[in-house]
């Protein structure tokens, strides 16, 4: 399942979920975090993360689709990119579940 999303929307409840079970994995989310620094080959994402070429590819396939990142291929190599879109709508998701009912931006109000 890929999401089609516009960076200043929200996401559905369902995509939210999927996103959330994408980095609620340890290894996928020092992917993001890997690919924060810009686009980078999967031979480096080996070799930074010490994982097997099958495990890289299967980390890499849930993060496909859920649309958390885009990939190009160039000759035998194939290069991994963040999905600006589907990061600010996840990031406004998470703003408007925190702020929900306040106009403040950073509110989140716990009652004891």
Same mark, same amino acid.
């Given at each position: 399942?890929?999401i089609n999303i516009n960076p200043d929307t929200t996401l ?7 996103? *959330?079970?994408?980095? $609620? ?11 924060? &620094? $810009?686009?980078? *080959? &999967? *031979?480096?994402?080996l070799a930074d993360l010490s994982v097997t070429q099958p495990?890289?590819? #299967? #980390? ?5 689709? %859920? ?7 160039? $000759? ?7 999905? %600006? &879109?589907t990061l600010g709508a996840f990031r406004n998701t998470i703003?408007?579940?925190? *702020? &929900? $009912?306040?106009?403040?931006?950073? %509110?989140?109000? %716990?009652?004891?």
């Amino acid at each position: 399942m890929s999401i089609n999303i516009n960076p200043d929307t929200t996401l559905s409840d369902p995509d939210v979920a999927l996103v *959330c079970r994408a980095l $609620g994995e340890e290894t996928r989310l020092k992917i993001v975090r890997l690919l924060l &620094a $810009g686009e980078a *080959c &999967a *031979c480096t994402l080996l070799a930074d993360l010490s994982v097997t070429q099958p495990t890289l590819s #299967h #980390h890499m396939k849930v993060l496909s689709e %859920c649309s958390l990142v885009v990939s190009r291929k160039d $000759g035998k190599w194939t290069y991994y990119s963040l999905d %600006c &879109a589907t990061l600010g709508a996840f990031r406004n998701t998470i703003d408007s579940l925190l *702020c &929900a $009912g306040n106009s403040a931006k950073g %509110c989140v109000r %716990c009652s004891q």
